[in-house]
């Protein structure tokens, strides 16, 4: 009985989180949407605020006025002391525009909690991408092994290009699978009638214009310095030119967004492309230390298994934008692998211990992308 009140109070905690940051996510959206109406927007805030409220102890919930002043800042200043975390209270709300940010988007998909409320304004496919994600492994599981592996592959390799170029690239196993989108139906990613690839991962960076002055830079590599500026104005058959504003910002061309031109889904991107960029670099790394590599071992089951002597790691990488979520869908389920272990990136370091306390009993192991890669080298010195 004992055990069985606990497992409820967790749920109810966990439950409690998601709510709360749910409604200050899509109070964000609400606060962002140039299309919504006066009325809508102050209805859609009146329902956020009413499901953050009901998070809080009565009496400590924030003011209409103190809500929208806090959408300007930080995550963890709108949300119950109780249910704050590490790896979410830093998150930005809104852009420099004024916009829901992509971060933002990310955790309302991963901390989502459906609701009527919420679906009169925005239908909850636009924010629950795990239903994309599982209809693409869906046809992938069918495929035999070795095309399984080429495709898995190819979203990390080919994550936007020219339909020639990419019908060519996926040779026999085009058409069976189908993450690809126009892009030029994303405007977010255009100026000028053109598109720029990330140099690190490939997939169209956002574009913001600020009066005369663009800035254009990747959702997931601005951190590591991908970002650029642009003049805005003029007309040229020329692609802009792009200025390097990030410490680690190669050079990049646009490219013409035409109806040729196509790109995995967001979704794609973020849950399959990114985490396949940590594995590929993962399997790169271990085999110049001498290591044996096999991707993808049983399909979905795990990413990568590592051998090295007599040292074996089973991997499977995670690139969520919420380490908390991350931890909760994974102590949802017991590892489909004894030690298993689960690999993040560097830059959620301030989070490991947090995620590892909360997935161990559910039979993973946590490392941080560096510390794999150390231990790795460790082990190639050993055998040689």
Known sequence: MVARVSLSAVKAARRRRDQAVTACCLAAAALGDPDLSGHRRSKMLMNCLGALTATFVVGEAPTMAQFRRGLQGRLGDLLPYEVRVEGLDDVVLLDDVGQMSDEAWDLAAEHSVPSAAFEEHWPWARVATEQEERRLFEVMRRMPQADYTRARELLVEAPSGDLRKLRRTWDNLWGRVEPYEPIVQWNWCQLQGFWFPCPACRWPMRV??????????????????????????????????????????????????????????????????????????????????????????????????????????????????????????????????????????????????LVADAIRPAGYRLMVMADIKAAIVEAGRETR
Do not use: N
């Open 208 to 353: 913001t214009v600020h009066g005369t002055v663009a800035d254009i830079r990747c959702e997931a590599h601005a951190r590591a310095g991908i970002s650029y500026t642009c003049r805005v104005g003029g007309f040229s058959d020329r692609a802009p030119t792009l200025h390097p504003a990030g410490h680690d910002a190669p050079r990049v061309r646009g490219v013409h967004a035409t109806a040729e031109c196509l790109a995995v889904s967001r979704a794609v991107w973020r849950y399959v492309t990114l985490p396949g960029m940590l594995e590929c670099e993962l399997r790169d790394h271990a085999r110049a230390q001498g290591a044996e590599v096999t991707m993808w071992p049983h399909k979905d089951r795990y990413d990568l298994k590592i051998t090295l002597g007599a040292r074996v790691w089973k991997v499977d990488a995670k690139a969520w934008a919420s380490p908390v979520a991350l931890a909760d869908a994974l102590r949802e389920r017991e590892s489909p692998e004894p030690g298993l272990i689960i690999v993040i990136p560097d830059h959620q370091r301030s989070s490991a211990s």
